[in-house]
């Protein structure tokens, strides 16, 4: 047996100190096929430091090597070293054995530098040079899955399956082309793929896949069956809650999608949207003390959610807590791309806390807003007449009456002001 595969026997078992030693002596003693094996095998197992030792040793004996050099450069990738890997990369020429791995392997790198189109570039030219090869095809169509061109990415999942490659890189490629097919708005079709895959290769990642595309469908009953089969075997899986709790609550069982919200907070404490799901649930259920619990909670992560703080104002107003309500705004009534709602809110508060001048400023804020919504106009039109500012209860009233031109009330107020000159 030779040392490295002594080597490999200790790392696998977890005996990594005596691994260390025998790596040692691998590297001393056993021939250069031997090592680059040992390099591949290392580099699977996460030990990239010592695979990337054995490739440089190895480059510095066969300078000429090029696929040392790409393999080289795919570790200084993992290791965030680009500058490294682009070295590398660019002494591959294009009449080397090894360009189409190097072109690859870029592709990779662009990535991660979030430069997508020069990614895409070295893809499409691995393309042309090598049409039918399947790891061309396979990264073309996870390239563009990523970027959610899910059309061209399942016409290359297609390619693939139709020459009967199903599984690549330990991935499904059914499961892959239905997700694909899903991201575009096609669950029919994508539920038609999942329904190919074995119960057995269903991995959790499909099991929520699948759970996710039967509720688009509303076929809230399958949905609660794939999602709780997903909860029974991985119940720190956290994207399954929100998903399960809505399918729940579609199918008219609200308890159920409370108590599933509650779970998932237990398993991410620090999810926000969790937290406005669940208050939405408890509000819904008439447990206001638990929605604001929530609420306040979702706000405390992060101070920007307006979601959460429009859900807490919109408890507040409704439980007549106007002080309340008005210290919750102030810090935001002043930001830019504020959630109109906000404005009418602070408005009510403002109004019935006989702040006139404060409220008249919200309501004239919130009003470029809500111009087709009749609720905000009927409470602005008593508003602005109260206060006497006649050209903003003319501006309200013809809006309002757009919306509900058979208001006889309004329709005469109208009718007063305009034959009072307005």
Do not use: C
Request: proline letters at 2%; hydrophobic letters at 40%.
């Amino acid at each position: 047996m030779s040392y490295s595969e002594q080597v490999l026997k200790k790392f696998e078992s977890g005996d990594i100190k005596e691994g260390n030693r025998l790596y040692g002596w691998a590297l001393r003693k056993d021939d250069d096929d031997t090592l680059n094996s040992l390099a591949e095998e290392l580099y699977g197992l996460g030990f990239d430091g010592k695979a990337k030792r054995i490739y440089e040793n190895l480059l510095k004996k066969y300078p000429d090597e090029d696929t040392l050099r790409v393999n080289i450069a795919d570790i200084e990738i993992g290791q965030g070293n680009t500058n490294d890997a682009l070295q590398q990369l660019s002494q591959v020429k294009p009449d080397s054995d090894a360009y189409l791995q190097s072109l690859l392997v870029s592709a990779d790198l662009y990535q991660t530098e979030e430069l997508y189109e020069v990614s895409e570039q070295k893809l499409l030219e691995a393309e042309k040079i090598a049409p039918d090869e399947q790891v061309v095809l396979f990264a073309l169509a996870e390239f563009y899955n990523m970027m959610q061109n899910y059309k061209k990415a399942t016409a290359y999942y297609l390619t693939l399956i139709k020459r009967g490659i199903l599984n690549l890189s330990s991935v499904n490629l059914v499961a892959r082309l239905a997700t694909a097919y899903a991201g575009m708005g096609k669950f029919e079709t994508s539920m038609a793929y999942f329904e190919q895959i074995k119960d057995s290769d269903k991995t959790p990642d499909i099991l929520f896949q699948q759970g996710f595309v039967y509720l688009q469908l509303k076929n809230y009953s399958s949905a609660i069956d794939m999602l709780m089969q997903l909860r029974d075997t991985n119940q720190d899986y956290v994207s399954l809650y929100p998903v399960l709790a809505e399918a729940q609550e579609n199918n008219g069982d609200l308890d159920a999608a409370y108590k599933t919200i509650q779970e998932g907070l237990s398993y991410d404490e620090y999810n926000e949207d969790l937290f406005v799901q669940a208050a939405r649930l408890a509000t819904q259920l008439q447990k206001f003390d638990e929605a604001e619990h929530y609420l306040k909670k979702a706000i405390k992560i992060n101070p920007e959610q307006m979601h959460a703080v429009v859900e807490l104002s919109n408890l507040y107003i409704q439980q007549q807590r106007y002080w309340d309500n008005k210290d919750l705004l102030q810090p935001y009534i002043q930001e830019n791309d504020l959630d109109p709602q906000i404005y009418w809110n602070t408005a009510v508060s403002e109004e019935h806390l006989e702040n006139f001048k404060e409220a008249q400023t919200a309501y004239q804020n919130a009003f470029p807003f809500f111009t087709n919504n009749a609720d905000f106009l009927h409470a602005a039109v008593y508003f602005f007449r109260q206060v006497g500012s006649d050209d903003w209860t003319v501006k309200a009233l013809k809006a309002y009456l757009k919306l509900v031109p058979d208001d006889q009330e309004f329709n005469l107020m109208l009718e007063d002001y305009e034959e009072n000159g307005f």
